[in-house]
């Protein structure tokens, strides 16, 4: 530190924060028993989650259920991942995005970093694919026929965008 | 109550606000309402600021810091004291650090 810095503050835009202090600060955030705000990235749980969309993570009290969506640490990654849960077994859960080709495979409770409870699009809640709905997402997703189900909403919203 | 920061006084981080250095860079995260919200607000402190925040250990007073700083880093004791009270004003206004 030289004389001639002066220290400041920067008030920096959460969304333009990389993977991995994204996932630090997830994790500092649910550590100590808050939620967390952030802004979603990618689109591997299309039409649920969107690029940009803002997501709350709930920490986790007591065991995720089938259908929830999960804030995860992604194996061999430091980054973390938003997907639903599509199983379980004691103390691993088996995790998919809704738009993925396949799923990310078992994860242990231990990579698990709490469920998203909220998301907002602009001034919009996004509430389906986190209600009671969801377990039925979760087969679909598990019997490898989202792309069945997701098929016509996407060539609508396709069609939309060309007329 | 005096918002003006007491050389005397020993200044700590807000039970609402978490820090992380991340990259070499310190980050705080106000936590409003039980949120952590990054749509909100988050700071980053540069070097200077990261120096500050590591000396708030919850003993010493804001004199303290600006002495150990000024024999940490050889530098004139005055500006570094202005930048210690300035950063700690700056950062009791924004509700990160709290007067113990």
């Known amino acids: ?163 | 109550m005096s918002d003006e920061i007491q050389g005397g006084a020993i200044y700590v981080p807000s039970d609402d606000v978490v820090s992380r250095e991340i990259e070499g860079e310190l980050i705080l995260v106000p936590i409003a309402a039980g949120v952590g919200d990054l749509d909100d607000a988050l700071f980053t402190l540069n070097e200077t600021g990261k120096a500050i925040w590591k000396q708030l250990d919850g003993k010493r007073t804001v004199k303290d810091i600006a002495e150990e700083l000024t024999k940490e880093y050889a530098a004139d004791g005055g500006r570094i004291e202005a930048d210690v009270f300035g950063l700690i004003a700056e950062l009791v206004s924004r509700r990160i650090l709290v007067r113990k």
């Open chain 1, 1 to 163: 530190m030289t004389a001639t810095s002066r220290p400041f503050i920067i008030q920096q835009e959460g969304a333009l924060l990389s993977n991995s202090r994204l996932l630090e600060l997830a994790r500092a955030v649910t550590e100590r028993g808050a939620k967390f705000r952030f802004y979603a990235t990618g689109g591997s749980m299309a039409p649920l989650i969107r690029d940009g969309d803002i997501l709350t993570i709930q920490p986790l009290d007591g065991a995720p259920g089938l259908g929830d969506v999960v804030a995860f640490l992604c194996s061999g990654h430091e980054r973390m991942a938003v997907h639903r849960i599509i199983g379980s077994r004691k103390d691993a859960y088996l995790v998919r995005g809704d738009a993925a080709g396949q799923s990310d495979g078992w994860v242990p409770r231990s990579r698990l970093l709490g469920k998203i409870i909220h998301i907002r699009r602009g001034e919009q809640r996004i509430r389906f694919g986190l209600g009671p709905e969801r377990r039925a997402i979760a087969l679909l997703s598990r019997l490898n026929l989202m792309n069945t189900f997701l098929a016509p909403a996407r060539l609508a919203v396709r069609w939309g965008r060309k007329s």
